[in-house]
């Protein structure tokens, strides 16, 4: 039996120098070497000075021709309870928007196929609340969720470039028909919302060891409350939507000075925009209802640098935020004329210096270890104006590095720089990647024997590369 085993351990082993070698990377080892939220999405933490890693494929789907013939997963479900300022709630880690999965195949040497589950990085479910702000004559309904997103990656590569191209979809959906044989009227309820998204992007070898790459994303959100009456004779609901536009733009360099440094700057841009629409004015309501805009804007800039050597590699560097919702609201007609003014209140969040620092190094063939630093120095200013009137709620400055994904913090502000640790584990082709808990290192690995609730891993990612 103990030569059978061993045998088996054998077989395992070459079996796995046989397979291709893995390729590590992923939101797990974005978090665990300094990441930060990417703009306001708190379903992305990216170091941007990391310039290869498969998580870009969420930014630039030129990268897919990277990582073809690649499968991962971002496994959201462990809380790092072993962080002091970690608010110890695991259901913040847990369920859609927290966990993706996805897969590239390669459909011939210049090009390649794939899909990403359950990532969804717009606005749609911000927007689906807005047709309830100008509901008259009738309380609002709920509009369901978007909890379904999918997204088509198509790739191709070139001798110097490499091509992208997403098509994201995601819906949700109620109806609820009534009719009466006896009476004279039907209701239909619908409650609606979906987002449609395009994304392009190119990854061009600039030569010399530098290259450049770039992405345009276009989403449109839309949302649908439709409550009607019929026949005429019976009082009209109305109809009400809301609409959103969001467009981003992306770009990084990566220029060789040495052959141990790269110089990276980086820049991007977000901007949202959405509007609530009266589509169908209820029977009986003569007035017009109040009028709302919003505005998003988020833009970065920064430089850094890469640095490695045999074993040991470094990512770091500093940014410039900026983050503003801006909301425009004027009464409708409902209202005495000389109130039928617009507000404009803006929320600003600013921050420099922005930190991302990483560090990774080889401890074994098979085992990586990682840590980073995270710090977001920044001010917050709200302000509400009108013809008149300004007046600002408050204007601070303060340290507030907070992350949300992986259970770094939670919903909890940190006055304080985010420090992080991970490991990146490789057998052949498979990859598992997770942040660790700073507590693992005090009282051993949770998974062998400690006698307490705290987590060894947090956030992880697993991946398996099955190409040749």
């Known amino acids: 039996m103990k030569k059978l085993a061993i045998v088996a351990v054998l077989l395992i082993a070459i079996s796995a120098l046989a397979y291709p070698q ?3 990377g992923g939101f797990a080892r974005e978090l665990a070497m300094g990441g930060g939220n990417w703009g306001p999405s708190d379903m992305a933490v990216f170091n941007p000075f990391i310039i ?3 998580s870009i494929l969420f930014i630039n789907p030129a990268y897919q021709a990277s990582y073809k013939d690649y499968a991962w997963l971002n496994v959201g479900g462990g809380a790092l309870t072993g962080l002091s300022s970690n608010s110890g709630n695991p259901l913040y880690d847990d369920g859609y928007g927290k966990q993706n999965a996805g897969v590239a195949f390669s459909l011939c040497p210049t090009w390649n196929l794939g899909v990403i589950l359950s990532y969804d990085p717009s606005a749609v479910n911000n927007v689906k609340y807005l047709p309830a702000d100008i509901v008259q004559g009738r309380s609002s309904q709920s509009i369901p969720t978007v909890q379904n997103v999918w997204e088509v990656v198509a790739s191709t590569h070139m001798t110097n470039l490499d091509l992208g191209f997403g098509l994201m979809y995601g819906f949700s959906n109620y ?4 009719d009466s044989t006896s009476g004279s009227y039907s209701y239909d309820y619908t409650a609606s919302a979906h987002v449609l998204g395009f994304r392009a992007g190119i990854n061009a070898n600039l030569g010399g060891g530098s290259s450049f790459d770039a992405a345009a994303n276009l989403r449109m959100d839309k949302a649908d409350d439709k409550v009607t009456g019929t026949p005429i004779t019976t009082a009209n ?7 959103g536009t969001e467009f981003e733009l992306y770009a990084r360099g990566k220029f060789n000075v040495s052959s141990k440094f790269n110089f990276v700057p980086y820049g991007t841009l977000l901007t949202v925009s959405a509007n609530p629409n009266e589509d169908s ?17 988020v833009y970065a800039l920064g430089a850094g640098g890469e640095y490695r050597t045999g074993s040991f590699y470094f990512a770091g560097g500093i940014s410039f935020q900026t983050m503003r919702e801006k909301y425009d609201y004027t009464p409708g007609s409902a209202y005495p004329a000389a109130q039928r ?4 209140d803006t929320y600003t969040d600013q921050a420099f210096p922005v930190i991302n620092l990483g560090m990774e190094w080889t401890l074994t063939d098979w085992l990586t270890g990682r840590a980073g630093y995270f710090r977001w120095i920044g001010s917050e ?6 013809p008149g009137y300004t007046n600002i709620y408050y204007d601070e400055t303060y340290p507030n590095s907070w992350v949300y994904l992986g259970g770094i913090n939670g919903y909890n502000d940190n006055w304080d720089g985010l420090v992080t640790l ?5 057998f052949g082709g498979f990859a598992l990647d997770a942040t660790v808990s700073d507590q693992a290192l005090r009282r051993g690995l949770g998974l062998i024997g400690a006698q307490d609730n705290i987590n060894s891993f947090g956030y992880m990612t697993a991946s398996y590369f099955f190409g040749e």
């Open 22 to 24: 893995a390729r590590p």
């Open 422 to 426: 991970g490991v990146g584990m490789k």
């Open 281 to 297: 004015r209820p029977n009986g309501v003569t007035t017009t209802p109040s009028s709302e805009n919003y505005n998003f804007l």
């Open 52 to 54: 290869d890693d498969p």
């Open 341 to 344: 003014v617009t507000t404009t």
């Open 237 to 243: 609901s109305g109809e009400y939507s809301a609409s």
């Open 381 to 386: 200013q709200d302000k509400t104006e009108a």
């Open 175 to 178: 109806e609820s028909k009534f």
